[in-house]
């Protein structure tokens, strides 16, 4: 069972460690949506802490518990916090993967941080150039994953082409998407639009054996164009934090409207609302690429968005997602002849 366990980074994100606590414990509970068993959820940070928090709220001794010293702050330089603090919660889950401890990774702490110690403690898998984050969506009722959104800034086309097979992978084997459609985000539809690195990476995503559907521009995100959306970290970065940031303002002004002209409106279609546009319904990102599941979380995740993460490294790791991501790039490079 050991192996099959999720390391949850209890010191990460900027509600530590009580939103990581109360989202592990909303994740197992009876009563709840997800009723995971406890045995398959590792509490990586300060022992003392996580038992005393446990303790109040009737739970001691439901997880397991690794204990680490130290944490990394949100506005810490990761390189010189991975140096400084290498008993951090971040390394302890790394650890814990390593050794067999745990078999997948939950953090919402320092991105930086939680990215470099993946790829540098566990490496990348067989045939991966870079990894790349991957987020999931469901703007228009069906889910949507845009790869890359923030491990790479400056990517070379051939990772982009990754990206693709990655999150096509993903999305046919956790989503259940038979066959997903693969754009390309860009300024126009025409193949001749973007920079250079867009007008290099559409010829090999063109001749990839994909689904490829072209370039798609970013209001083709909220059209349900394609299943996977291929860009480079610093795009993908920018494009995430923005559709957050507006729908919740769109989302408050709605309501203060319909409040000043006293409009009656039902809280259940408000909640449909919100599982279309917040961060909390889909968990994290998943890290596409390192010898491990790696879900990383927004920094301001509450415990409903700490239990959907969990399940979402859950349901990574059991479909064995890694294991066809090699299997998908081996099959990928003897097609173009690179084996």
């Not at 993967?97 to 898998?125: E, R, W």
């Not at 999305?171 to 920079?195: F, H, Q, W, Y």
């Not at 997602?321 to 173009?336: F, M, P, T, W, Y």
Request: proline share 4%; aromatic share 4%; with cysteine.
């Amino acid at each position: 069972m050991s192996a099959q366990r999720i390391a949850l980074d209890v010191m990460g994100g900027d509600h530590a460690p009580e939103a990581l606590l109360t989202g592990a414990l909303q994740a197992i509970a009876p009563e709840g949506k997800w009723k995971l068993a406890a045995e398959r959820i590792l509490l990586v940070g300060d022992k003392a802490l996580i038992e005393a928090f446990l303790q109040e709220r009737g739970s001691a001794g439901r997880f397991a518990v690794q204990h680490a010293s130290q944490s990394i702050g949100m506005a810490e330089s990761p390189a010189t916090a991975l140096r400084a603090k290498p008993d951090s919660s971040i390394a302890g889950c790394i650890g814990a993967v390593k050794t067999g401890a745990a078999g997948a990774i939950v953090s919402m702490g320092n991105t930086g941080a939680v990215v470099g110690a993946a790829t540098l403690g566990l490496g990348t898998l067989e045939g991966v150039k870079r990894p790349g984050i991957a987020v999931t969506l469901n703007l228009t009722g069906t889910p949507m994953t845009i790869i890359d959104m923030g491990a790479h800034l400056s990517p070379k086309p051939q990772h982009l082409l990754q990206f693709g097979w990655m999150g096509s992978i993903y999305a046919r084997d956790c989503l259940g998407i038979p066959k997903p459609r693969v754009g390309l985000l860009n300024i126009g539809e025409e193949e001749s639009k973007g920079t250079d690195l867009l007008k290099e990476t559409y010829p090999l995503l063109k001749s990839s054996g994909l689904h490829f559907v072209g370039n798609v521009e970013s209001s083709g995100l909220f059209k349900g164009l394609a299943d996977v959306i291929v860009t480079d970290g610093f795009t993908g970065n920018v494009v995430l934090k923005l559709m957050e940031e507006f729908s919740g303002f769109i989302l408050k002004l709605v309501l203060s409207e319909l409040k000043s002209h006293a409009v009656q409106w039902a809280p259940e279609a408000l909640g449909k609302i919100k599982k279309h546009i917040d961060y909390s319904e889909y968990g994290g990102a998943l890290l596409l690429g390192v010898n491990g599941v790696v879900v990383k979380g927004h920094g301001r995740s509450d415990a409903n968005a700490v239990s959907n993460a969990l399940v979402q490294a859950l349901r990574a790791m059991d479909s064995e997602v890694n294991k066809h991501i090699v299997q998908g790039l081996a099959e990928a490079d003897a097609v173009r002849g690179e084996a």
